[in-house]
């Protein structure tokens, strides 16, 4: 098994064209102090004195890239209200090309996040999925997009925005580009055909069962990647560091030893970072250091956060 560790100089990352497909999200933080007990209920109590609000999901995914320098844009589904609004401003103020749709039926899918003397009390969501006429012209606009993009991520949080996957898929690798997924649920065979799927150990284990040895993992990994025609596997394995299973090949990284302070958001960073590296030509035992790399940088950041060119390339 290769773990080579070379480090490379940056690549021309702001050449590579990025579009993201999948489910938007806003994610908003509250912040406060925590001092006494609910009389109401054995619940603390938390005040709040500061709010903070992120993209998220997908959404987060473009922000990672757009870090990075990439040229990125976003195909998604937001509600007609606020919280839609705001996500709009956010990618604007990012330099991300937005192509959200709204859909007047639905609200915007929001995680809000209370977190008090660091550490996150609760998590509430607000989430539907997306109307089928809403999601019909998604697919019509993400076959037109095509040409303006290197590497097509799909970025699947099971939230609903991309049940034509399949299709998004065969249209991307007919017309020649890089397709990446992070993907989701109990059934991966809808992303046959993708360049490459980014599962974390638990998406794996539910796929393929559990393992009891390095070998058994490999061979579950490779059945997998030759059963959905990929060209490779990568699997995320928190602090395990990552493995890429290719044809014939297996090349492991293990983490960056880092302080973890927050893992929300981590696989974001991964396959923004891998998309950004394999659109600028890079190798994928290359493109997989840079990602590890990355990845190590973010959880030592709160919430969904990025990495810089910067840090990457003078970590």
Do not use: C
């Amino acid at each position: 098994m290769s773990t080579d560790v070379t480090i490379y100089k940056a690549p021309a990352l702001e050449q590579v064209r990025i579009l993201v497909v999948g489910d938007v999200m806003l994610d908003r933080y509250w912040f406060g102090d925590v001092s006494r007990i609910s009389p109401e209920a054995p619940v603390p109590i938390v005040r709040i004195e500061k709010r903070e609000a992120r993209l998220g999901g997908a959404a987060n995914v473009a922000r990672n890239a757009a870090a990075l320098g990439a040229r990125a844009g976003l195909l998604g589904v937001v509600g007609a209200d606020e919280a839609g609004n705001e996500v709009e401003q956010m990618l604007q103020s990012g330099g991300i090309h937005s192509y959200l749709k709204r859909d007047d039926a639905i609200s915007t899918i929001i995680k809000l996040r209370v977190i008090g003397r660091q550490q996150q009390m609760v998590r509430i969501d607000f989430e539907e999925p997306p109307t089928d006429t809403v999601l019909r012209d998604k697919l019509l606009q993400f076959k037109a997009l095509l040409p303006d993009y290197d590497v097509i991520v799909l970025s699947d949080y099971a939230k609903g925005s991309l049940v034509n996957v399949a299709d998004m898929i065969a249209s991307a690798r007919a017309a020649g580009k890089v397709v990446m997924v992070d993907p989701k649920g109990d059934d991966f065979s809808r992303y046959a055909g993708a360049t490459v799927l980014t599962p974390n150990k638990s998406e794996m284990k539910r796929i393929v069962g559990s393992w009891n040895s390095e070998e058994q993992l490999t061979a579950k990994a490779q059945a997998l990647r030759a059963e959905l025609k990929l060209d490779a596997l990568l699997l995320t394995r928190s602090e395990e560091g990552m493995t890429l299973y290719t044809d014939g090949e297996q090349f492991h990284m293990p983490a960056q030893a880092r302080e973890v302070f927050d893992v929300s958001g981590a696989g974001d960073t991964v396959i923004a970072t891998m998309a950004a590296m394999l659109g600028a030509g890079v190798g994928w035992h290359e493109a997989v250091q840079t990602a590890n790399r990355a990845g190590g940088i973010v959880v030592g950041k709160l919430g969904t956060a990025t990495v810089t060119r910067e840090e990457l390339f003078n970590a």
